[in-house]
């Protein structure tokens, strides 16, 4: 599917793509490493299991980061610092109430620049800044995955457009 961009912030998915399978999910990946700015927090919304991770390897692959990504599912914040741009990776989903984000002190991560991918971000409301881009994954009933790009502010937007005249068409 080819991506769609819509001007305007509204609530509907501005970019669209069927991934067929982990390959597709890794380009996908390092098509948005491509895309990004000094400066950005997105949120990865999606089932266990949906690709969020998969994702983040290919966008750290695409920054150029050689070592091992995993989910920071335990530790909470994974920092990449030995890409282009200093990537953040953080998993809430142990997590069993948002007050969690403050007492483990997380919010210092989200000063000045670097990208910070956020996965499980309701658990950590409200005390998680808004995010610039929503990057939605989840199982196709087709096979392969479906990811869906929404800008929420002019930062998310360029990105988005950025991704989009990267696609192949």
């Known amino acids: 599917m ?8 509204d609530s509907d998915p501005q970019g669209r793509i069927h991934l067929i399978d982990e390959n597709a999910t890794l380009a996908a990946g390092q098509q948005l490493a491509s895309a990004l700015p000094a400066r950005l927090t997105i949120f990865l919304c999606g089932d266990l299991g949906a690709g ?3 994702l983040t390897r290919g966008l750290l692959r695409g920054l150029g980061y050689t070592g091992k990504v995993k989910s920071p599912t335990y ?7 030995d890409s282009r741009i200093v990537v953040y990776h ?8 948002a007050e969690e984000f403050l007492e483990a002190g997380l919010e210092e991560y989200f000063e000045g620049n670097g990208i910070r991918l956020v996965e499980w971000p309701d658990r950590a409301q409200p ?6 881009l929503e ?3 989840q199982v ?3 096979g392969g995955r ?11 937007q360029t990105c988005l457009e950025r991704f989009v005249a990267l696609s192949p068409n």
């Open 2 to 9: 080819v991506p769609q961009v819509h001007p305007a912030y």
């Open 52 to 54: 969020k991770t998969t």
């Open 75 to 81: 530790t909470l914040v994974e920092p990449y610092k």
């Open 90 to 97: 953080f998993d809430f989903y142990r997590f069993t109430n």
């Open 127 to 132: 005390y998680l800044q808004a995010a610039d």
């Open 135 to 137: 990057v939605r994954l």
């Open 140 to 142: 196709s009933a087709s």
């Open 146 to 156: 479906d990811l869906e790009l929404r800008a929420l502010n002019r930062e998310g």
